[in-house]
C-alpha cells in the first residue's frame, strides 16, 4: 500500500504546472555585468599608458611633440633606443642597476630564509623575543638622519653596499617564509631526519630549501621588484656618479629634464630639445621597464599562494 501510495504521488498531476529553478537569478546576471564593466575599464586605464608609451618611443620626436600619437607609432624611428645606448651615463647605471639588483636579491633571500628557518623551529630559545624585536621595527624606526649618520660611521657612504646591504632583511618576507616552512614542513621530518644524524644546516640545505621553492620565488620577486625600482638609497648614500642606478638617471630626465641634446644624432632633432627630450624619455622608461616584465609572467603564479600563507597565519 505503501509502495504504491509513493508511486501515485510521485507522478505529476496532469494539470499541475512544472516550476523551472534558473541556476543563475537576474541578480547575479547583473552583477556579471556591471563586473564585467568595471573590469574591462580597469584594463583600459592600465593597459592604455603602457600601449601609449611603447607607441611613442618608436615614434619621431615631431609626431610625439604635436600630440600626432595616441595608439600606433607614427613615424617610426629608432632614435630615441640610439640615444639611450649611446649614452654612457645610462649604460653604466644599467649595469649598475643589474648588479646592486642580483646581489641585493641574493643578500636579501639568503638572510630571510635562514633567519625565518631559525623561528621556525619551536625549539629555539627566545624566538617570542625575537619575533617582537622584528616586528617592532616594521612600525618603528630611529629615523632618517641617525640612519645616516650610522651608514657613515661604518664607511658605507659612497659605496655599492649602500645598495644592499640597507634592508637586507624584509620583516614581512621573513615572516611568509616563516609560516611556509611551518605549514609545509611537518615536524615529524625534522626529528626523523635528526635520529638519522641529520643537522640543521644539512636539514636546512637538503630539505627546506628544496621543499621551499615556491615562498623562495615569491621573495626572490619581491626584493628583484624593490632593488630594480630604488633610487631613495642613491639620492642620499651614493655621490659618486659613476655608482648611480638607473633610476636615478631615469628620474633626472623625466622630473629634473637634465636631458643631454648631444645625444641625439639627428641635427634636427639637435635643434628641438623638448622633441629629443619625448623620445628619448619614452625609450628609456621602456628600457628600464622592460627586464622586470620578462621575469613577472615567470614567478606570477606563486604570488596567491606566497601571499594567502602569510595572510592565513602569522
Keep these: 500500500m505503501g509502495t504504491a501510495r509513493a508511486k501515485r504521488t510521485s507522478k505529476a498531476e496532469p494539470g499541475a504546472k512544472k516550476v523551472k529553478f534558473s541556476t543563475h537569478p537576474a541578480s547575479d546576471k547583473v552583477y556579471y555585468v556591471f563586473s564585467g564593466i568595471i573590469l574591462t575599464s580597469i584594463l583600459i586605464a592600465v593597459a592604455y599608458p603602457l600601449i601609449y608609451v611603447l607607441s611613442a618611443s618608436f615614434s619621431s620626436g615631431t609626431a610625439v611633440s604635436s600630440g600626432q600619437v595616441l595608439l600606433w607609432p607614427v613615424d617610426i624611428s629608432l632614435e630615441g633606443y ?3 645606448f ?7 647605471s644599467y649595469g649598475n642597476t643589474f648588479l646592486y639588483t642580483i646581489l641585493g636579491t641574493f643578500i636579501n633571500v639568503t638572510v630571510v630564509m635562514t633567519c625565518a628557518y631559525a623561528l621556525s623551529r619551536p625549539g629555539l630559545r627566545g624566538r617570542n623575543f625575537f619575533m617582537i624585536l622584528f616586528t617592532f621595527t ?8 641617525p640612519f645616516y ?6 664607511h658605507l657612504i659612497d659605496t655599492m653596499w649602500a645598495m644592499v646591504l640597507p634592508g637586507a632583511l624584509s620583516v614581512y618576507n621573513m615572516i611568509i617564509a616563516r609560516t611556509f616552512i611551518q605549514s609545509s614542513i611537518p615536524g615529524e621530518l625534522v626529528e626523523a631526519t635528526s635520529m638519522d644524524g641529520c643537522s640543521d644546516i644539512r636539514f636546512f640545505f637538503s ?19 624593490g632593488h ?8 642620499m648614500y651614493l655621490n659618486d656618479r659613476s655608482l648611480y642606478p638607473l633610476q636615478v638617471i631615469l628620474r633626472e630626465i623625466l622630473i629634473m629634464n637634465q636631458v643631454d641634446v648631444s645625444m641625439i644624432m639627428d641635427p634636427e632633432l639637435q635643434q628641438a630639445n623638448v622633441q629629443a627630450a619625448a623620445v628619448l624619455k619614452y625609450a628609456l622608461i621602456v628600457v628600464a621597464t622592460l627586464p622586470i616584465l620578462c621575469v613577472y609572467p615567470f614567478i606570477q603564479k606563486y604570488f596567491v599562494k606566497g ?8
Excluded: C, E, H
Design 82 to 84: 640610439q640615444a639611450v
Design 86 to 92: 649611446k649614452n654612457k651615463d645610462i649604460l653604466r
Design 138 to 145: 616594521m612600525f618603528f624606526s630611529g629615523g632618517l638622519i
Design 149 to 154: 649618520m650610522l651608514m657613515r660611521n661604518l
Design 207 to 225: 630539505f627546506v630549501l628544496p621543499l621551499s621553492k615556491a615562498v623562495i620565488a615569491v621573495i626572490t620577486l619581491f626584493s628583484a621588484v
Design 228 to 235: 630594480w625600482n630604488a633610487y631613495f638609497n642613491a639620492l
Design 307 to 314: 601571499v594567502m600563507i602569510g595572510s592565513l597565519k602569522g
